[in-house]
């Protein structure tokens, strides 16, 4: 069965970080760019980063910029998420998603976790 599940979320303070990891199972990571996404309550989904197929090439959002990392470990077959300085904002439910290019459109998406940052 192919999937793209996410994990890690959870309910963090102000301040506190978060890793989420995308783990693919039944197709290989390698091929596709990842794309992690965000969807809070009355608002829009945002696109807040994605990573090449090979890492060399990383977005991010200006909401996240300078605070969110992502990276890929092709070998595990593994995308992540490393989520720093976190603020109440932040809070959403989180997806990955799979894509051909940070460019193209999503493919597939994951089921999302949810992050939550008490103030």
């Known amino acids: 069965q192919v999937q793209r599940v996410e994990s890690g979320g959870g309910l963090v303070q102000l301040g506190g970080s978060l890793r989420l990891s995308c783990a693919a199972s039944?197709?290989?990571?390698?091929?596709?760019?990842i794309g992690w996404f965000r969807k809070a309550p009355g608002k829009e989904r945002e696109g807040i980063s994605c990573i090449s197929s090979n890492g060399g090439v990383t977005y991010y959002a200006d909401s996240v910029k300078g605070r969110f990392t992502i990276s890929r470990d092709n070998v595990k077959n593994t995308a992540y998420l490393q989520m720093n300085s976190l603020k109440p904002e932040d809070t959403a439910v989180y997806y990955c998603?799979?894509?051909?290019?940070?460019?193209?459109?999503?493919?597939?998406w994951g089921q999302g976790t949810q992050v939550t940052v008490s103030s």
């Open positions: 998603a799979t894509r051909r290019s940070c460019l193209a459109p999503v493919d597939y």
């Open positions: 039944g197709f290989t990571l390698v091929y596709y760019a």
